[in-house]
């Protein structure tokens, strides 16, 4: 915490605005207390709202806290929200990731898709290992999915209706996330 609380003290008295991803040992109101202009992704939000904070532990927790989605007290959220409008910060929600990687579609049917030929087949092997590994384990079943998945839809539809800036990016090059690629913003 003592090397977070350094850095965000230096980039005030210098002036840069700074941002990403978020520790799970700082955690997201220290963040947000301390001028973080840019969140990535919007499992802080989700972690922050977890009272337990060891259940947050990824092999506990699965991917992205996919497996204690459950535990989140929804009660937390205004507070977060008052916190990051106050703040002025931005989000990343990363949709696409979720939806290609933690979602219900086949792998296979990524590995096929006709962006895949501007990436490396090693770098798309990888990926189809990754996601296979997690649907082998069977991480990746609807039971796990479905509730993250509304619950990152929810989410997602709760900060910006209530004004939170949203950055809109596929945040590539993550997995089946092409750099440079066209991607589908959803729109639920």
Known sequence: MLKFLLIAETAKSV???????????????TYLENGYK?????DEYLEAMIADKSRLDPTVAGPFSMLVV????????????????KNKTWIAPTLTL????????PVDSFRLAPEMKYLSGL??????????????????SKA?????LECWNQLFLSLH????????????????????????????
């Open 144 to 148: 796990n999915v479905q509730p993250h």
């Open 15 to 29: 002036g840069i605005p700074y941002g990403g991803h978020v520790s799970l040992g700082v955690g997201l109101e």
């Open 70 to 85: 459950g535990e989140a007290d929804q009660n937390r959220l205004p507070d977060l929200i008052k916190m990051t409008l």
């Open 161 to 188: 209706e209530a004004g939170i800036l949203m950055i809109m990016s596929s945040n590539p090059p993550q997995v089946f996330n092409i750099p440079d690629f066209p991607f589908i913003v959803r729109s639920r």
């Open 123 to 140: 770098q798309i092997q990888q990926w189809v290992t990754q996601k296979k590994l997690l649907e082998s384990q069977d991480v990746l």
């Open 98 to 105: 979720f939806d290609r990687y933690f979602g219900f579609v």
């Open 38 to 42: 840019s969140v990535e992704h919007m």
